[in-house]
Structure formats: C-alpha cells, structure tokens
C-alpha cells in the first residue's frame, strides 16, 4: 500500500551559539544534518540518551526553533521559510512538564479556549467553552474541569489537559515530547494508552519522542534512533527492536531493564562506556567511535551514512 508522506526534513540542522564571559562563545550542534519521513496516520518514535538532540529536532521541525540549515517538507511544501500561521492548528506539541506550560492564573477551560480562538475555532465564547468541555471528556476529564485551575490537578491529569488542549485545535500533526517522563509509572501506562486511542480515533500522524525505549517501541510503527544530533538507525519497530544492527542501538537495547530475574543473570551488562562527543566543534569520523568497542581507523576518519540493510531499514556503521 502506498503510504503518504506527510512530513519530510532533509540535511537539517540547528546549531546554539553558547556565550560565557569566561571561555568566550561555542557552537553546539544539536541537530546536525537529519534526514527523516514521516507517514500520514503512523507514530514515528525518536529514540535516544537525553541531550541527543531529539527535542530541539521535534521543535525545529515545528519551527519553534528556526533551522539553521537545511527544509522542511509539510504535505510536499517547503515550509522552512514559510509563514507558519496557516500551519499551528494542523502541527501541534504537547511537552514534557505540562504544568509549566500552562498559564496556572487561568482556569482550564479558559487555557483551551484561548488556543481555540487564536486558532480563529468557534463562533464565540459558548462554542468554545463547549469544545472545551467536548475534549476534555475525550482525554477522559469531566466538562466540570474547566472550572478548575491547572495546579488542582495531578501531573497526570494536568498533561491529559494538555493532550485535550492541543487536539481541540484539531491538528494533524502532534509532536509528543518526553509525554510521559514527569509521571509516575502507574500513571504512564494511562497517558500512553490514551495517546493510542486518540491518534486512532482521530486520524492523528504522532512523533513520539522519549529516551525510554521500551515505551517508544510499544508505542511506535517506526523507530528513529538518534546519537549525538543524527539519525543513526531507522527501521520499524518490530526491526529496531528484535535485529538492532547498530552498536549504540545494541546498547540502548541492552541497557533496558529486563523484569525476568533469571533472563536478566544472563543478559549483558548495559552500560554504555566511553567518552561522549561534547557536541561542540567539528566530529570526525563516525559520532560513536569514541564509545564503540568496534571501532576502527576508518570509523575515526570517515563518517558513515544512513545505508539501506533491508527495505525500510537503514543504519549508519560501516561494519552492517
Ligand atoms: Fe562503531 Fe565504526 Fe560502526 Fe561507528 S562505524 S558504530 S565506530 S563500527
């Protein structure tokens, strides 16, 4: 079946430039030349160690951060320049601490009715309160809800209001960023269960980011593994996760926890040793040659790209 592309980045970049009185300026190169599709109606996963770059790469994509170098495709246009006005209803984002993205001196409904109106959604203040209401049923909060100011809410009712907000805009596109990393476990589940309910429901194409593997793999129809600013592997998730052909996917995949006591005696040890890449002036060779026991003369002088191994599944290491 032919799939739709509903997001693609090419070579895209975002460099910070750090100024400190003491050692002067530094450039850090977050996302450093990312090649990525995403297809209409999947949730792709972006997987990595926190600091990889994989939430600056979600908010370039939305242009929250503006790219340094490189295009953004939305439905076929070219959107790296573009006025984004047209596109913040359809390309939305939910964060990883939801009540720090929320104003706490309005009350909920007043939270969502301010994005539908920015939005130009609803006719006036009674539609909007009702499509309020409406979605914070959906994520499973009762219409009362909007009464209520954010911090008399629990973290995980707080980022349900957040999901409720981003959706009554009725988006296509919804970046997940660590959704679930500030809350408790039991409460994890939840919040994932029903991300899967309204990307089906609604028709929703996700980018789920999170450094937490095996959620993105439950979660996720395509994996993207990212180190230190790129794409290193991809593939779906069935593939990422049973023949990992990295080495560093290899060590993500090692280092997840296993609940069996008696599989984890014999699984190997997970820590991923070795010096990690600063992010700061230029990298030679391949980015995970200095922590990789594979490494080679080649891998320090030569960086590898993104090769297909099986249709859909690339990885950047010369020995797969
Ligand atoms: Fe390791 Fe070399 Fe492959 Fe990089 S290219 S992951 S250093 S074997």
Known sequence: ??????????????????????????????????????????????????????????????????????????????????????????????FQDPGGSMDPHMRVGGLIEEVLKANGIGSGRAERRSIAEEYLQKVGLKPESADLYPYEFSGGEQQRISIARALAVRPEFLVCDEPTSSLDVSIQSQIINLLEEMQQGLGLTLLFISHNLPVVRHISDRIGVMYLGKIIELGTSDEICASPLHPYTRALMAAVPVPD??????????????DIWNGSGPITGCRFHLRCPHASERCKNEEPPLMERSPGHTCACWLQ
Not at 4 to 31: H, I
Not at 40 to 45: L, R
Not at 51 to 70: D, F, M, N, V, Y
Not at 261 to 272: D, F, L, V, W
Request: aromatic content about 8%; charged content about 30%.
């Open 261 to 274: 006591p008696a599989s984890a005696r014999r699984a190997r040890p997970g820590r991923i040793k070795g």
């Open 1 to 94: 079946m032919e799939q739709n592309k509903l997001l693609e980045v090419s070579r895209l970049k975002k460099y910070f430039t750090l100024r400190n009185s003491f050692s002067g300026s530094r450039t850090v190169r977050a996302v450093d030349g990312v090649e990525l599709c995403i297809y209409e109606g999947e949730t792709f996963g972006l997987v990595g160690e926190t600091a990889c770059g994989k939430s600056t790469l979600g908010r370039t994509i939305l242009r929250l951060h503006e790219p340094t170098q490189g295009q953004i495709f939305y439905r076929g246009k070219d959107i790296t320049k573009a006025d984004m006005r047209p596109y913040r209803s359809r390309m939305q984002i939910i």
